[in-house]
């Protein structure tokens, strides 16, 4: 079974400083990943997706992020962050051929930004 | 231009006593899930339907149902809740037709928020 795993509980970054945010995932086979933001009191959107060819996608907002498949990990950066950014972060694991698209999540990030 | 809608945004129920929740979307999407987020923890999907196929996770609990009566419309029923029901209860729904749907982009209503007295 997928499982994703979200260290960092909260992080704090400057406004203007860059931003990583870090997932590692478990699963069997080269997996379907994603990133989403939950601002408060909404629903989440989807920041991006990887699912084959180049390991660095392009994202909403000025995310990437960058599937490593030897550290099992897909983080998610951004080179400079702005006070809208403050919100919950989760990474996502979605599995293959599965007829729907069954994601499980991480516990999440909830990411503060300090002027 | 609201495409995922939940209603109500917070619900208050009594132990024990049956709610229901709503969710309606305007995407004509085939499939509809519903997640249940307890406070810091991650969402977890309880059941979808795809058409009016219903799919129900090994893990739900009977105390869960849900009624998808035509396309639009998905509701999930609490028959009995508990203290541990309280929760953040998100609705999602993705296309359903493209031949890869395991890649098929899920989007999110604002969710309910349950509370048990």
């Known amino acids: 079974a997928q499982s994703v795993t979200q260290p960092d509980i909260h992080i704090t970054v400057s406004e203007g400083a860059s931003l990583e945010l870090r997932c590692n995932y478990s699963y069997g086979a080269t997996p379907y990943l994603f990133w989403y933001v939950q601002s408060p009191g909404q629903g989440l959107q989807l920041l991006l997706k990887y699912f084959s060819g180049d390991t660095l996608v392009q994202g909403i907002k000025g995310f990437e992020a960058e599937f490593k498949r030897s550290q099992s990990s897909f983080n998610l950066r951004k080179p400079s962050v702005h006070w809208s950014d403050a919100a919950e972060y989760f990474c996502?694991?979605?599995?293959?051929?599965?007829?729907?698209?069954?994601?499980?999540f991480g516990t999440g990030t909830r990411l503060l930004v300090s002027p | 231009d609201a495409m995922v809608i939940q209603n109500p945004r917070y619900q208050v129920t009594q132990f024990g006593k049956p709610v229901t929740l709503s969710c309606s979307q305007t995407?004509?999407?085939?499939?509809m899930y519903w997640y249940q987020q307890k406070s810091s923890q991650a969402p977890k999907l309880l059941f979808h339907y795809y058409d009016k196929d219903f799919n129900n996770e090994a893990d739900t609990p009977d105390n869960f149902q849900s009624r998808r009566p035509n396309t639009s419309f998905c509701f999930l029923d609490i028959r009995s809740p508990g203290l541990g029901d309280a929760a953040m209860y998100l609705c999602?729904?993705?296309?359903?037709?493209?031949?890869?749907?395991?890649?098929?982009?899920?989007?999110f209503g604002p969710g309910t928020r349950l509370l048990v007295l």
């Open positions: 995407l004509n999407h085939n499939v």
């Open positions: 996502a694991v979605g599995g293959r051929n599965t007829g729907f698209q069954k994601l499980v």
């Open positions: 999602a729904t993705s296309k359903g037709t493209s031949g890869s749907k395991s890649q098929e982009t899920q989007y």
